[in-house]
């Protein structure tokens, strides 16, 4: 197996640099002249800044301003990361050993960095946090949801742990909060076909093959709403949520379905009543049975009259 190229720059905030491989062909002079044409959002004068400052290398160190171009070498630098708001709430451990570590996730945090989501993410808050700069998440989790995530310590099990997966050999339970409806017979298993679009925010449920399943429970109700256990055979984008607005009883918090409305990215109020409750399966490494499970709760089963209306 070919050996992955270590970067010539250390990470920053948890992150490793980008790399651009410089083409074979090509008209241009320098460096510069290529990275001007390749980035066009990134401004020719800031361009020049990291260029003076030293902040764009090869293999070799620091690329002068004036450095000619070398067809097929290849060149790295740190992006400039977006602002971002502070996401004010704490990440869990709930388990950490040499090969895994298993974190309850709150709401409104991603998963990885993407978008206009970088720092305030869990992987690179982890990262920096526990001192762990190879951690990588064995799945994902939405932003808004919160619960359990596993992610992999030891760089050579990484294969076993996300394979694990991939192969849905991992029984997965969430818990939602959703109103309570007396004539939905449960528990039930919901089949639909889920097709989610490029550059769509909302999936939809469509006519065709299934290719998603949920089991659907109800643990108990009060006052209007009702605490659900589920259970997703798959993994498609945003099956819970679908699913449970198909029942028309749509997931308190969701700002998606069934009307796909504009939040704030600072605005941490009513979450998505969503959690990732427990994780189970036979460790791939040892073969032994692992279970675990939340330390959270949701919002609008503890505080009703806040969620009220």
């Not at 060149?75 to 309850?104: A, K, N, Q, S």
């Not at 993407?114 to 720092?119: E, F, L, P, V």
């Not at 920096?128 to 760089?155: K, Q, S, Y």
């Amino acid at each position: 197996m070919r050996r992955r190229q270590q970067p010539p720059l250390p990470k920053r905030y948890g992150l490793d640099p980008a790399r651009l491989r410089l083409p074979e062909t090509g008209e241009w002079a320098t460096i510069r002249d290529h990275l001007v044409e390749r980035l066009p959002r990134v401004a020719p004068e800031r361009i020049d800044e990291l260029l003076h400052a030293g902040g764009i290398v090869d293999l070799e160190g620091p690329i002068a301003p004036d450095a000619p171009y070398v067809p097929g070498g290849a060149v790295w630098f740190h992006r400039d990361l977006p602002d971002e708001t502070d996401v004010p709430f704490d990440i869990t451990v709930v388990h950490r050993d040499e090969d895994l570590l298993v974190v309850d996730k709150p709401h409104f945090l991603a998963t990885i960095p993407r978008g206009q989501h970088i720092r305030q993410t869990a992987l690179v808050r982890l990262r920096e946090e526990l001192g762990l700069p190879d951690l990588v998440p064995a799945h994902r989790l939405d932003r808004v949801t919160a619960g359990l995530l596993l992610f992999v310590v030891n760089p050579a099990r990484r294969g076993a742990y996300q394979t694990m997966f991939h192969r849905r050999a991992v029984r997965k339970e969430y818990e939602a909060i959703a109103p309570y409806r007396p004539d939905l017979e449960l528990p039930r298993t919901v089949r639909s076909r889920i097709v989610k679009e490029k550059q769509v925010l909302a999936a939809q449920e469509v006519e065709g093959e299934p290719n998603a399943e949920t089991r659907v429970d109800l643990l108990e109700h009060r006052a209007g709403l009702g605490r659900y256990r589920l259970r997703p055979l798959t993994g498609r984008t945003h099956q819970l949520r679908l699913h449970m607005n198909g029942l028309g009883v749509p997931i308190l918090g969701d700002d998606f379905y069934p009307v796909l409305t504009d939040k704030p990215v600072h605005d941490f109020t009513r979450p998505l009543q969503l959690l990732a409750a427990s994780l189970e399966f036979t460790d791939p490494v040892s073969g032994k049975p692992r279970r675990f499970e939340t330390t959270r709760s949701l919002q609008a089963w503890t505080d009703h009259a806040g969620w009220a209306g």
